[in-house]
């Protein structure tokens, strides 16, 4: 249903573009967003959107660096990620929610993608 894709190797202070494409029904989502997870800890909600993008939330450590955006007409999602850092290190999750709010409460988004992972050295 989700595809995420774009993930890699990058040094640190370099760029990475991830990508996530829905397919299938329903054919749009109110919410569309991304979330991170480093092993053995929790997963971090790190952004989203609504459909219209007037509604867009950012995690406080990649405020200024990370930027979400959507295509509708692709039903697809992407996050461009800046001045990428060691601490950006994680397998990144994409999210969809049917329905508004939108919001950064994990439980409340009803499809998942498969996870891309993005290392960045130091």
């Known amino acids: 249903q989700l595809q995420a894709s774009g993930g890699g190797l990058v040094q640190s202070g370099g760029s990475l573009r991830l990508s996530c494409a829905a397919s299938?029904?329903?054919?749009?989502?109110?919410?569309m967003g991304w979330s991170r997870q480093v092993p053995g800890e929790e997963r971090e909600f790190v952004t989203t959107?609504?459909?219209?993008?007037?509604?867009?939330y950012y995690a406080d450590s990649v405020k200024g660096r990370f930027s979400i955006a959507r295509d509708n007409a692709k039903n697809t999602v992407y996050l461009q990620m800046n001045s990428l850092k060691p601490e950006d290190t994680a397998v990144y999750y994409c999210a969809a929610r049917r329905g508004p709010p939108v919001t950064t409460t994990e439980t409340t988004y009803d499809y998942w993608g498969q996870g891309t992972e993005v290392t960045v050295s130091s």
């Open positions: 299938g029904r329903p054919s749009s989502f109110y919410a």
């Open positions: 959107s609504s459909m219209s993008s007037r509604t867009t």
